[in-house]
């Protein structure tokens, strides 16, 4: 079930359209990280040819690709629970502008200010 809730003043509130476009974006993220996974994991790994460093390369673009399709499906696992645009730590709503720049944000953007402070 998505999320049909209009919450707080104009620039947190989603719209079923909204709702729509998000959930459309972040399913076309799911399939783009997928396929990136799918031909980064094709290219043979060749040790002997002194490739190292095209090995490092792949190693890390591939973490990163499942690193964000992991993000993506926990905001499509939250937009069918009914809890998408709610920050994981205040519970305030997420900027409106914000998840439609980054869709699969879990904190609002004080919070994910707070967190990379923090590291």
């Known amino acids: 079930m998505v999320n049909q809730q209009m919450i707080g003043d ?3 509130r989603l719209s079923p359209e909204d ?11 799911r399939l ?9 994991m094709a290219v043979p790994s060749r040790a002997d040819d002194g490739s190292a460093g095209q090995t490092e390369v792949r190693v890390r673009l591939a973490a990163s ?3 964000v399709l992991a993000d993506v499906e926990a905001a499509l696992d939250r937009m069918a629970e009914g809890r998408y645009g ?13 998840l439609m720049i980054v869709p699969q944000a879990r904190y609002c953007a004080r919070c994910q200010q707070v967190r990379e402070a923090g590291r």
């Not at 709610?86 to 914000?98: F, G, H, K, T, V």
């Open 10 to 12: 104009r620039g947190t």
């Open 19 to 29: 709702l729509a476009v998000l959930r459309d974006n972040l399913l076309e993220q």
């Open 32 to 40: 783009f990280r997928q396929e990136q996974l799918r031909q980064i």
């Open 65 to 67: 690709a499942r690193m």
């Open 86 to 98: 709610s920050c994981r730590l205040c519970r305030r709503p997420i900027a409106r502008e914000r």
